[in-house]
T-cell receptor
Framework: EAGVTQFPSHSVIEKGQTVTLRCDPISGHDNLYWYRRVMGKEIKFLLHFVKESKQDESGMPNNRFLAERTGGTYSTLKVQPAELEDSGVYFC??????????????FGPGTRLTVL | DAKTTQPNSMESNEEEPVHLPCNHSTISGTDYIHWYRQLPSQGPEYVIHGLTSNVNNRMASLAIAEDRKSSTLILHRATLRDAAVYYCILITGFQKLVFGTGTRLLVSP
């Protein structure tokens, strides 16, 4: 079974440009999460989808970030316009939790974003 | 979010057992104790979780104190591949994971 995949693995853009990150969760997983680690900081939650609906977007830093999950399958995270402080590694995770015991999240390898 | 406290780093020799401690004195009755680890240049990876009883899986064991205010992740025989940052995280149901600084485990040959 394929794990969580993310594309691209690396992206280098100029400040002010737009970048779109993609995440393909494990097939059948309704829950999809975005996290990021900026330089020297801890991994921070960005948002959580249940199918195509945003369950929790409390971690989105500002309105330059837009996440979508049309059809409840893959998700995209767009940063427009990108700023220097957006540089970091963006992780996607998915899970099939539907109740009961606590969730186990499966992470992708991450997208390293560098804004120059 | 319930907080956890872990040592910044620990060292071990290959083939030896490793005990990684975690304090979570404010844990609630519904919080599960999860451990994740992050190998270099990879995404975090689930290791193990438990609620009240000790747990074993192919990767590790989790020992939970009777009052649940602390727990210990046990790697029975450390290998070089186990060098990673280990995170102890409390969650209930489906929630965002709150990563602290974790414990960086160094394994020497």
């Amino acid at each position: 079974e394929a794990g969580v995949t993310q594309f691209p693995s690396h992206s280098v853009i100029e400040k002010g440009q737009t970048v779109t990150l993609r995440c393909d969760p494990i097939s059948g997983h309704d829950n999809l999460y975005w996290y990021r680690r900026v330089m020297g900081k801890e991994i921070k939650f960005l948002l959580h989808f249940v199918k195509e609906s945003k369950q929790d977007e409390s971690g989105m830093p500002n309105n330059r970030f837009l996440a979508e999950r049309t059809g409840g399958t893959y998700s995209t995270l767009k940063v427009q316009p990108a700023e220097l402080e957006d540089s970091g590694v963006y992780f996607c995770a998915s899970s099939d939790w539907s109740g009961g015991a606590a969730d186990t999240q499966y992470f992708g390898p991450g997208t390293r974003l560098t804004v120059l | 979010d319930a907080k956890t406290t872990q040592p910044n780093s620990m060292e071990s020799n290959e083939e030896e057992p490793v005990h990684l401690p975690c304090n979570h004195s404010t844990i609630s009755g519904t919080d599960y104790i999860h451990w994740y680890r992050q190998l270099p240049s990879q995404g975090p990876e689930y290791v193990i979780h438990g609620l009240t009883s000790n747990v074993n899986n192919r990767m590790a064991s989790l020992a939970i104190a009777e009052d649940r205010k602390s727990s210990t992740l046990i790697l029975h025989r450390a290998t070089l591949r186990d060098a990673a940052v280990y995170y102890c995280i409390l969650i209930t149901g489906f929630q965002k994971l709150v990563f602290g600084t974790g414990t960086r485990l160094l394994v020497s040959p």
